[in-house]
């Protein structure tokens, strides 16, 4: 098992970048690919970003592509996602998650183990 801890949101303008982190313990990071997904207030938790356990290979979302990077330290347990040109639309509260089985999945039932989250406001 693998237990995840977010941090790295708060309120920034729109055009601002944040950079949010997801630190691992239990299990080797590296048994799992990892994603990234929010939910903003009345909406379905949505997938953002995906990455492979070798963070060889990447799945992005359209609504960030271009926008959002995520990568992994898996030496220290650390997983990222860096930010750029945020709107008030990414407004939401961002979870990771591990998968311990598939590849770079955009499912939410592909991830077994969750953080709590952690809020991002983007101000227009």
């Known amino acids: 098992q693998v237990q995840l801890v977010e941090s790295g949101g708060g309120l920034v303008q729109a055009g601002g970048s944040l950079r949010l982190s997801c630190a691992a313990s239990?299990?080797?990071?590296?048994?799992?690919?990892m994603g990234w997904f929010r939910q903003a207030p009345g909406k379905e938790r949505e997938f953002v970003a995906a990455?492979?356990?070798?963070?060889?290979?990447?799945n992005y979302a359209d609504s960030v592509k271009g926008r959002f990077t995520i990568s992994r330290d898996n030496a220290k347990k650390m997983v990222y996602l860096q930010m750029n040109s945020l709107k008030p639309e990414d407004t939401a509260v961002y979870y990771c998650a591990a998968d311990p089985n598939s590849y770079t999945s955009w499912s939410l039932d592909s991830y077994d183990y969750w953080g709590q989250g952690t809020q991002v406001t983007v101000s227009s």
């Open positions: 990455l492979s356990r070798s963070g060889g290979s990447t």
């Open positions: 239990g299990s080797s990071l590296s048994r799992y690919a």
